[in-house]
């Protein structure tokens, strides 16, 4: 059974930072493709940032440059670092593993 939890979601103020983590098992973040999408209230789903099945990255352009996915085969945990945070940041965030799977989500807000 495939379980993601994702940690580490706040409340911070515009140009701060923070750092997410999703805690996945049943399945190896090392040979997945691995994401983080967000969703703001009244919009879609969208990606912001993920590691391919050839594990390349991809990023939103309106994250790159400021947030960066790693991951940590040993932990069996993929990180997002979100710096320079702006209030266009705020939503849900939630971990997804193979296109298919999803964790609970995690709520990131940036006030002005």
């Known amino acids: 059974q495939v379980q993601l939890v994702e940690s580490g979601g706040g409340l911070v103020q515009a140009g701060g930072s923070l750092r997410l983590s999703c805690a996945a098992s049943g399945i190896s973040v090392r040979i997945v493709a691995m994401g983080w999408y967000r969703q703001a209230p009244g919009k879609q789903r969208e990606l912001v940032a993920a590691f391919t099945i050839k594990a390349t990255t991809n990023y939103a352009d309106s994250v790159k440059g400021r947030f960066t996915i790693s991951r940590d085969n040993a932990k069996n945990t993929v990180s997002l670092q979100m710096n320079n945070l702006k209030p266009e940041d705020t939503g849900v965030y939630y971990c997804?593993?193979?296109?298919?799977?999803w964790g609970h989500g995690t709520q990131v807000t940036v006030s002005s």
């Open positions: 997804n593993a193979r296109e298919t799977f």
